[in-house]
């Protein structure tokens, strides 16, 4: 599938984006590198989906910038971001619901042309293998359940061998065996080499697989750590966790 890889980086520096009067993220910045996950958190309307967006593409920043290895890809396209190693899985279901689940990763992998025809089916069949979905490869869409829907999409998004991972939500909408799986796919693909950013809401299964999280609070940085040092942080309990937050707990 993926092999491990030099070092790579992703760099955020000084973002802010505005909307009317509204200052909805404010000059944050962070860095992450390949083998990493990184959490982003925080309350409803905190600037997580627009830092997100303003990432991947989907959204131009107002101001700062964004470094891709030593490529600035600021004002670049989604499409050339995503050439250059950065991809991204929404939070609602971006699955065909007509095509099955082996052609959903194919729709991707045929993009790459740095593949010929054999070693993309290669690519596939390593996929479906990795993610447990072999079984179901001529399944369409629309009959999946939350767990393998959001393996597959997982999947189909590794098909363009990316270096960085975008994961909005990804415990959304499923069951806890499937969050189970999927904490340790997001795992094993961190020790392959692909950083991974993510933001959920399910508090507990985020902090249990980051290496570091930022806690974003009005489109600015709370607080930054590990787990331990988020979870004694008291401006992090008082505006997110909450005071009486144990570890068994999900805001």
Known sequence: MVDARSKATL????????????????????SMESGQIIGLLGPNGAGKTTMFYMIVGFIKADAGTILLNSHDVTDLPMYRRSRLGLSYLPQDPSIFRKLSVEDNIRLVVETRDDLDKKEKQAVVEDLL????????????????????????????????????????????????????EIKKLVQKLAGKGIGILLTDHNVRDTL?????????NEGEILASGKREELLQ???????????????????
């Open 11 to 30: 760099h955020i520096r000084n973002l802010a984006k505005q909307y009317g009067r509204k200052l909805v993220v404010k000059d944050v910045s962070f």
């Open 129 to 180: 293998e990795e993610f447990g979905i072999a079984g179901i490869r001529k399944q369409y869409g629309y009959t999946l359940s939350g767990g393998e829907r959001r393996r597959t999409e997982i999947a189909r998004s590794l098909g363009s061998n990316p270096k960085f991972l975008l994961l909005d939500e990804p415990f959304a909408g499923i069951d806890p065996k499937a969050v189970y």
């Open 208 to 216: 249990a697989i980051t290496h570091q999280s930022h806690i974003i």
């Open 233 to 251: 942080n008291p401006d992090a309990r008082r505006i997110y966790f909450g005071e009486d937050f144990s570890e068994g707990d999900n805001t």
